[in-house]
């Protein structure tokens, strides 16, 4: 099965990013990953969970917009150009710039990391079959507002969600780090952020 190259370049990112997580995970000791470092930061299974709470939020929303198109006509995609490039990743990854996520977005703490870990896992495997179900689908021209970005069509939408992923890898890198340093204190200072 032939799929277009924007489809199969987000799903590679989005594979990729999945990877430099689940690296992260594996380097906090397993009794760690329940425990906050801090009062005011995430333990790694809160971030595995706003992970899910964010990915299942975007999905609800692209889905719709995907539904609504595809009964007003949506017709096939016509362009091949890289999209990862139109997305500032790199300021995305930014951790030196502090993000406070949105109250529907918060962690309620109620996961250990390995549900938060199993329901992130659920929460790609249905965002996988929505892109792969809407392949070849004209989905540059499906587009709703970041409210910090802009306008994002449903690529964009796709590379932002790798790269808040990876945004996190690094959150998470931090705990490890400070796991093996001995302190449990990570370096960077800030909040949780998103």
Do not use: C
Request: charged share 25%; hydrophobic share 45%; proline share 5%.
């Amino acid at each position: 099965m032939s799929i277009q190259p924007r489809t199969r370049e987000v799903l590679d990112f989005l594979d990729a990013q999945r990877a430099t997580l689940e690296q992260a995970v594996a380097a906090v000791p397993p009794a760690m990953r329940d425990r906050k470092p801090t009062a005011d930061r995430w333990s790694v299974a809160e971030v595995l969970e706003h992970l899910a709470l964010v990915e299942g939020r975007i999905m609800g929303m692209l889905e719709a917009q995907l539904g609504a198109a595809r009964a007003n006509g949506l017709g096939a995609e016509r362009e091949s150009a890289p999209v990862v490039p139109t997305l500032d990743v790199a300021g995305l990854l930014d951790r030196s710039r502090k993000l406070t996520a949105s109250e529907v977005s918060q962690p309620r703490g109620a996961l250990g990391a390995n549900d938060a870990l199993s329901a992130l896992a659920a929460r790609r495997a249905a965002t996988r079959a929505t892109i792969v179900a809407a392949d070849g689908l004209a989905l540059s021209e499906v587009k709703s507002s970041h409210p910090r970005i802009g306008t994002l069509d449903i690529y964009q939408w796709l590379v932002f969600l790798g790269g808040h992923e990876a945004r996190h890898a690094a959150q998470v890198r931090e705990i490890a780090d400070a796991a093996a340093a001995g302190n449990g204190e990570p370096a960077r200072a800030g909040g949780n952020g998103a």
